[in-house]
């Protein structure tokens, strides 16, 4: 019985930590620089795949470096019901807001 308790003890934790870390996951970030993006870069786009959407590359900010980094675009399985809402800036009195990729019904 002993046994028993500490076994459930163990998985009530993790999926408790499991809880946790999805929201966490799922949780929107912002952060804003003033350094604009440089314009997106020209990509020659793969042949399409089927059960795939293209994902255009785009200007990351690297903090330590101080300073944009391009990530290539890419091919991500697609989602029924769902369109993909590629990475992106956005400016806010003066300052550029990086926007995660993510999807969206509809």
Known sequence: MKRWRQMAAIASAVTA??????SQAAANVYFDVEVAPPPPRY???????VG?????GYWRWDAPRHRHLW????????RHGEH??????TEHNGRYRFNEGHWERG
């Open 52 to 56: 795939y959407v293209w994902s255009p």
């Open 43 to 49: 990509e020659v786009i793969p042949p399409g795949r």
């Open 71 to 78: 990530h290539g675009g890419h091919y991500i399985r697609e």
């Open 17 to 22: 930590m499991g809880w946790s870390a999805s």
């Open 84 to 89: 993909w809402v590629h990475e992106h800036w």
